[in-house]
């Protein structure tokens, strides 16, 4: 018999004893809430996967009633309400999660993520880094990775170099990570190791029109025609409409 199933049934039969008197009151075990709690905060992911935001903020709301000390859950609410723009309820979710587990790598990486968002940079990269303290978080490159993004978006390039970096060697297939250091290599004039990071990123993930751009850049700078004039073709094929092919164009009028 499924899980969530056979606590449904506990759970009612439960129920069923509250109404034959004072005497037959059975509550919910502990561990019964706890699974009903997960389960529910599973199903709400899948209801927001699936774009269905009023199920899953639902389904959130329920896996509390059974556990209000759930932290997926309250870590997953704070993600919901973000999404929402409903600020004060997303860090009032995060802070509850965290309040719970303070350490709870998840919880820091996705409250780090979201401050970064709203520009409170310092503070988010904070709890960027003391995610990626516990040993045995697995996404301590996403979080390495997230850092960095953080500190770009705060004008300092050099420390997003280093958090890219290092999230590249936990990783060295982190596509996004990759598109990060081909952006700043070219940015920064490092047309050799840009288009290093360029070919590891195509290995690993797909060409978008930005990616296929800086390529058409950094082989104009490199001056392989050849190269430049297949990105060239790429983006004009695949990517017909977007901003990179008018600028591709308007590079050629001149």
């Known amino acids: 018999m499924p899980v969530f199933r056979r606590v449904l049934i506990q ?3 439960a129920a069923l004893l509250v109404g034959c008197g004072p005497a037959k009151v059975v509550k919910p075990s502990a561990a019964n809430r706890a699974k009903l709690a997960e389960i529910s905060t599973q199903l709400g992911v899948e209801y927001i996967q699936k774009g269905d935001l009023e199920a899953g903020l639902e389904r959130l709301k ?10 997926d859950a309250h870590n997953t609410l704070g993600l919901l309400y973000g999404n929402l723009g409903q600020y004060e309820k997303a860090e009032r979710s995060f802070k509850r999660a965290l309040a719970i587990e303070p350490n709870n790598s998840p919880a820091l990486n996705n409250y780090g993520q979201y401050l970064c968002q709203l520009k409170r940079y310092d503070e988010g990269r904070k709890l960027l880094l003391k995610a990626i303290e516990n040993p ?7 979080a390495l990775s ?3 993004i953080c500190a770009l978006n705060a004008g300092d390039i050099d420390t997003a170099e280093k958090h890219f970096r290092a999230a590249l060697r936990i ?3 982190l596509a ?11 940015r920064n004039g490092r047309y050799l190791p840009a288009r290093g990071y360029l070919q590891r990123y195509i290995a690993v993930g797909r060409h978008t029109a ?4 800086l390529g058409v850049q950094i082989e104009h700078e490199l001056g392989d025609k050849d190269a430049e004039a297949s990105y060239e073709l790429q983006i004009e094929k695949n990517f017909p409409d977007s901003e990179e092919t008018r600028l591709l164009r308007e590079s050629k009028a001149q």
């Open 176 to 186: 996004p990570t990759l598109y990060q250091m081909v952006n700043l290599s070219h």
């Open 11 to 13: 759970l009612a039969i």
């Open 62 to 71: 329920r896996a509390l009633d059974a556990d209000p000390n759930y932290v």
């Open 210 to 213: 930005k990616s296929l751009w």
């Open 136 to 142: 045995l978080y697995k996404k301590s490159d996403t």
């Open 146 to 148: 997230n850092a960095g």
């Open 171 to 173: 990783n060295p297939t």
